[in-house]
């Protein structure tokens, strides 16, 4: 009995400390999930707000006083405050450089104008004006703040004469602070570096701003923790991170993500989470229920050993005892019906949880599909009202805008739709409009549309694209939705090959698993290839390394060609140079 209740005692903690820590690595992964999603809709945020002032600046230099060279004067003072107020809430300063690098008009919120400072010794400014580029400086400390420059050239459309700058300052520890936590360790904090590792705004120690991660300063602060480092250097290069580590002051999870502003990633944000901050959320009811449980076991323990030391003492009065015996067993039999009722409670309880959950991903999908019926409304309006203006506006520049409007307005049609159809594949509502179609002619249809222009994010492709077998291969399929797979497979291999060659074939297989034959297509490319980190999950939602893309149009194709009953798979080509993705049909 003694062995029963030490062994009934160890399991109990055993299992007690499996189901505790099941519950905790349950809670690390979903607050990885939540955290990547958070990180890079705060990146984004920070990017539009940067991409505004980018624009503001962008108008003021094209704007005829600019352009004519006027860079001082109470008109283009007047014009600088007008556009300073669409973006006093991000910027601090904001300033004009004649050719000579001295300032010709300035506006801050201190009042402070600069006019006359000469900033020809500024690094950003000399990059500006050698390279007629726009830049987003490096970290620079100003009169006790850490702060970054936004700078664009004024160059003269007419004779390509550079005539100035125009700049705008930004104090990093508050601009960040905005849009996170910079501040507080014992809770999430945002962490942002410039190109070069620089650390911006921090929400660990204050000293550490202004230093570079790689250097010592930081390296001793992290005890050169190897995780933290592999994380930063990969977010330094243009790719989301994300892990989990610990250099003596707590784990932390860690999801990195750049900072673009149009494609090219100009800071890069660190969102970090102590993992006790999530923990502290169930420890109180984690004790809560080991300390019933422990007393339940307990009892029950207690009550074992009175009985054993009543059957020693009460040996001579046999019967008795037998029914003490038989009324204690009673009360036991009574607790583990309790116990049993408890059971059956958290169950019910755990199935309304879970059904809970079903509705919540039920309405979750409804809105979706609503949210993607919505975006299409608007858009068709814009792009033929944007057709109407191109066509009657002369001017380039005009005509350049109108065609930036037009391209975004199709990448959000196009994006409505994905969202559409990924829908219908996760609802098992994707319906097939299915006869009989000359496979083969399909894939010259979308070859020739994307030749003639038809597919605009391939317009002035310089790819050569061959199609190797022509003869006429019947299928029994959608036409459209396969035509919606060879162009989705035909852009991707075309977006990722830089003046190279795109080979398509086609042809019959006999599946001798089912004694049919099957229709493959295949399409290689002499790109990249496919990234090691996303090939096991290439076809899944979202799966894409890229600034450009969804990540839907692979998982859309799978579900179109899995309807029809066929395959869709990808492997890098042998010989080291892009990749291969095929699909199969049956034939008829």
């Known amino acids: 009995m003694v062995i029963i209740l030490v062994f009934s005692f160890i399991a109990f903690y055993f299992f007690q400390s499996i189901t505790e820590n099941n519950i905790k690595a349950s809670l690390l992964k979903e607050q990885i999930d939540k955290q990547l999603v958070e990180s890079k809709s705060v990146s984004q945020h920070i990017g539009a707000d940067l991409t505004l002032v980018m624009t503001v600046l962008d108008g003021l230099t094209n704007s005829v006083n600019f352009q004519e060279g006027h860079l001082y004067g109470a008109e283009t003072k007047g014009l600088m405050k007008e556009k300073y107020g669409i973006i006093q809430d991000i910027v601090d300063k904001v300033f004009v450089l004649d050719q000579n690098d001295v300032v010709t008009q300035g506006l801050s919120k201190s009042g402070t104008e600069y006019v006359g400072a000469d ?3 500024r690094e950003w400014v000399s990059s500006v004006r050698n390279d007629s580029k726009p830049i987003f400086s490096k970290g620079f400390e100003r009169q006790g ?4 420059y936004i700078a664009i050239p004024i160059i003269n459309r007419q004779n390509s004469q550079y005539i100035g700058l125009i700049a705008a300052s930004i104090p990093t520890e508050k601009f960040f602070a905005r849009y996170g936590n910079v501040h507080d360790i014992n809770s999430q904090f945002l962490v942002v570096f410039d190109k070069d590792g620089t650390i911006l705004a921090v929400g660990a120690d204050k000293s550490l701003l202004g230093k570079n991660f790689f250097g010592n300063v930081v390296q001793n602060f992290i005890h ?5 480092n592999n994380l930063t250097e990969t977010l330094l290069r243009g790719t989301p991170s994300h892990g989990i580590y610990d250099y003596g002051r707590t784990e ?18 660190e969102v970090v989470t102590p993992t006790q901050a999530i923990f502290s959320k169930i420890q109180e009811t984690l004790f809560t229920e080991r300390l019933k449980s422990g007393s339940l076991l307990a009892g029950v323990f207690a009550s074992i050993i009175l009985l054993v030391v009543l059957l020693l003492r009460w040996n001579s009065t046999m019967e008795k005892e037998v029914i003490k015996r038989t009324t204690e067993l009673n009360e036991s039999n009574s607790s583990l019906d309790i116990m049993a009722r408890k059971l059956t409670n958290a169950n019910v309880s755990l199935y309304e949880a879970n059904e809970q959950l079903k509705k919540h991903q039920k309405l979750q999908q409804e809105f979706i599909d609503m949210a993607a019926h919505e975006l299409r409304t608007p858009i068709q309006p814009i792009l033929g009202l944007a057709d109407v203006l191109h066509d009657r506006v002369s001017d380039k520049y005009e005509r350049g805008l109108l065609e930036v409007i037009v391209r975004n307005a199709r990448r959000l049609q196009r994006f409505s739709s994905e969202i559409l159809d990924v829908t219908k594949i996760e609802g098992s509502l994707l319906k097939l409009s299915k006869k009989q179609i000359d496979l083969s002619k399909k894939i010259e249809n979308v070859i020739s549309d994307i030749e003639n222009g038809a597919d605009t994010e391939m317009n002035g492709t310089k790819n050569k694209i061959v199609f ?12 459209d939705r396969i035509y919606q797979v060879i162009s989705n497979l035909l852009s991707n291999a075309l977006k990722y090959t830089d003046n190279g060659t795109v080979t398509i074939n086609a042809y019959l297989n006999h599946n001798a698993n089912n004694h049919n034959n099957e229709a493959i297509v295949t399409i290689s490319d002499t790109g990249r290839g496919i990234d090691s980190q996303v090939i096991s999950k290439l076809f899944s939602k979202f799966s894409t390394t890229s600034f450009t893309g969804t990540g839907l149009g692979l998982y859309i194709s799978k579900g179109i060609i899995e309807a029809h009953g066929g395959r869709i798979w990808a492997e890098n080509n042998s010989n080291g140079i892009g990749a291969t993705f095929s699909f199969s049909l049956p034939a008829i």
């Open 119 to 121: 900033f020809s010794q």
């Open 224 to 228: 050169h923790n190897k995780i933290l």
């Open 468 to 479: 190797q077998r022509r003869e006429s291969i019947t299928v029994y399929a959608d036409k």
């Open 252 to 269: 932390r999870i860690n999801t990195g993500q750049p900072i673009l502003v149009g494609s090219k990633p100009t800071y890069f944000l």
């Open 145 to 148: 703040l850490y702060t970054v």
